[in-house]
């Protein structure tokens, strides 16, 4: 039987691979797609889809790292959380402004920010070693 440690550690590591990964992918398409016609057409296709799984990996992570230290058994070094929680949030902030952006069609604040924003996931990632 799946204990709620198990489910939410499942949960953690599925929104890390959403969100992480759909970061990843974006920032790369999108420095592609400055250099390619063609793959900035298709950036208008495939990225809504993206992003939703970059979003869809956020709640999991947010929803999942809320539940977790509740049923985690050992210490956890909440210095370290807390700095991941704040990240997170600004992940969430740039998240925002990039979807503002990206409406207007700011290309130029879309790029510094998407590339600030897989930073911050990429840190989270590896704080994540150290909570």
């Given at each position: 039987?799946?204990?709620?440690?198990?489910?939410f550690?499942?949960?953690h590591f599925v929104g890390l691979a959403f969100g992480l990964g759909g970061a990843t992918i974006m920032t790369i398409i999108s420095i592609k797609a400055d250099k390619h016609k063609e793959i900035a057409i298709a950036m208008r296709h495939i990225g809504p889809a993206i992003v939703k799984l970059i979003w869809a990996g956020l709640i999991l992570l947010i929803i999942?790292?809320?539940g977790l230290p509740f049923f985690v058994g050992w210490p956890l070094n909440k210095n370290m959380l807390l700095i991941k929680h704040i990240l997170v949030a600004f992940?969430?902030?740039?998240?925002?402004?990039?979807?503002?952006?990206?409406?207007?069609g700011a290309k130029k604040h879309m790029k510094v920010?998407?590339?600030i924003n897989l930073?911050?996931?990429y840190s989270i990632t590896l704080l994540s070693v150290f909570v």
């Open positions: 039987m799946i204990g709620w440690l198990d489910l550690n499942f949960l999942s790292g809320i992940i969430v902030i740039i998240g925002v402004i990039l979807g503002v952006s990206s409406k207007k920010f998407s590339i930073i911050l996931w």
